[in-house]
């Protein structure tokens, strides 16, 4: 997991390391247009940083138009669209729609099989899975499951697939994939995507499978029960309805 940095550090690091490799390459020979790529790349990922979309963008953003400003000159009019297309292949625009970039906290979902529980071998997934953060939070807490987790992100699917190696983790669209196979299916989204899951959850899911949220509640919508973390942060908890209730409960964890 990457270590967290107080702003404005991780823009610092990303502007200087983008623009060090820049000069690291340039006096190694590569081209012009190979440096500016791979620098725009770099910052790229630096900017996986920054803990808001906007401060992700303000990252990336840096290097190359700090270069724009001094070395414009030294490039093509087309070459500028190349750190355009780092950046929307590592954000796609379809990624865009729904939560940015955050990771899920290691110990946040610790105690979910007190109040959600799975079988041994049930498919759970993370839907939206990023860097693998969640996957793992949900590794801790099910060791037994088989993990799952879906990403539209090209390179952040590989990414997560190489830090989690014992999960399933494929590209797609989590909106258009099927959940009707998972247990329990655990997302971090944001405020206005809740309706949306939790419709598409009670169309596919069955009943008295597990719908989780980090952070969101769904409007609307009774939770099973949640579990308080440290700083005012909830972990919801939604049973798809058709099963018999078990009760329902709140629970407290300073983290």
Known sequence: MLPHLPWPLPAVLGWSSSWLLFLLLQRGGWTPLWTLLAASLWGALISLWGDTLWRKLFI????????????????????????????????????????????????????????????????????????????????????LAVLHGLEWSRPLRWLCARRCPWAHVERGDIWQADWGAYALVYLFQRPESMPRAWAKACAEMAPGTWLVSLEFAVPEATAHAHIALAGERRVWVYRMPGALAQGSGKRDRAS
């Not at 414009?72 to 990624?95: G, H, V």
């Open 60 to 143: 990336a953003g840096g290097f190359p138009l700090s270069l724009a400003l001094t070395q414009a000159q030294a490039f093509p009019a087309w070459a500028w669209l190349l750190p355009l297309a780092c950046l929307l292949l590592l954000y796609p625009l379809q990624s865009w729609k729904d939560a940015p970039l955050f990771p899920t906290p290691p110990d946040a979902l610790n105690d979910l099989p007190g109040v959600a529980p799975v079988e041994p071998g049930a498919a759970v997934l993370d839907a939206g899975c990023g860097l693998g953060d969640g996957l793992m939070a949900l590794r801790q807490a099910y060791p």
